[in-house]
């Protein structure tokens, strides 16, 4: 029988893009809050003995969390074969230790969570920070794609003479491998404190980027200060204003406003839905899935 996916509100074009891709069934969720600010949630189409595939990206999590779970908790009493998550973007990564005393180490709480709600995973680049890899995390059998290859095509494809540059040190394995695939030069910006609040940035060889369009990469686009400012500082030694590129289109506040004044163009992929996305990861996904169904 085909894989049943269902998409949590907010995720329906991501699931109709997978559910095309795996020629499986798109179910039907139906989801409204009651006055207290509680979850009704009812699954629609029937989960019977079958592989059940729920869509959530996890930005703005909070309050996703508890439909997604009452969801798979609903799939698994109906009598749900397996109960995956596709998370392209996957929340609560940022905390990893506990720094000062008595701080929830909220990325191993909600790892534990999911775990025990789903049989397995599936993620778009998680920003793991110290850790090695998901497995550090979860325990639910899990699968990273990679959205390098997909920049690079991109890249390759809509930018004349490029230059990649990573906005931090923490970006340089990233941006090394986006350029190796997209076959263009790269080079990492260098920071220097000054202060508690006041960091100078500096391109280590800026003659490099003569007569190529320059293009910042990074993982995530959230603040954006960090990448705000390394926009001006390619123009203020004279180059064109950047492309900056990123898989994650979190945005908080008001940095798009502000990182487009800055920036000749802002590219994401569509892990998380902004007007932004042009880089689509639903095949890529799609095979992942695939495949961790066949070995299952």
Known sequence: ????????????????????????????????????????????????ERDVILVCTLDRPDAKLAPLIFAADTARSLGARRVGLVAPYLCYLRQDSRFHSGEAITSTSIGRILSASFDWLITVDP?????????????????????????????????????????????QQWVAQVAKLAGAPWQVLEKERLGDFDVRISLPDPDRLRGRTPVLVDDIISSARTMIAAARHVTELGHPPPVCLAVHAIFSAESHALLTAAAGRIVTTNTVTHGTNKIDMAADIATAIAGLLRKE
């Not at 891709?21 to 969720?29: D, F, K, P, R």
């Not at 920003?127 to 699968?143: F, M, Q």
């Not at 095509?153 to 490029?162: A, E, G, M, Q």
Request: net charge negative; charged share 20%; aromatic share 8%.
């Open 1 to 48: 029988m085909i894989p049943l996916i269902y998409a949590l509100p907010g995720n329906e074009a991501f699931a109709g893009a997978l559910a095309r891709h795996l020629v499986a069934e798109t179910g039907h969720i139906e989801t409204r809050t009651f006055p207290d600010g509680e979850t009704y949630l009812r699954l629609l189409t029937e989960p019977m």
């Open 127 to 171: 920003h793991l920070h110290r850790y090695a890899s998901l497995g550090e995390v979860y325990t639910l059998a899990s699968r990273v794609v990679a959205a390098a290859p997909r920049l690079a095509d991109w890249i390759s494809r809509d930018v004349p003479n490029p230059v990649l540059i990573g906005p931090d040190v923490e970006s």
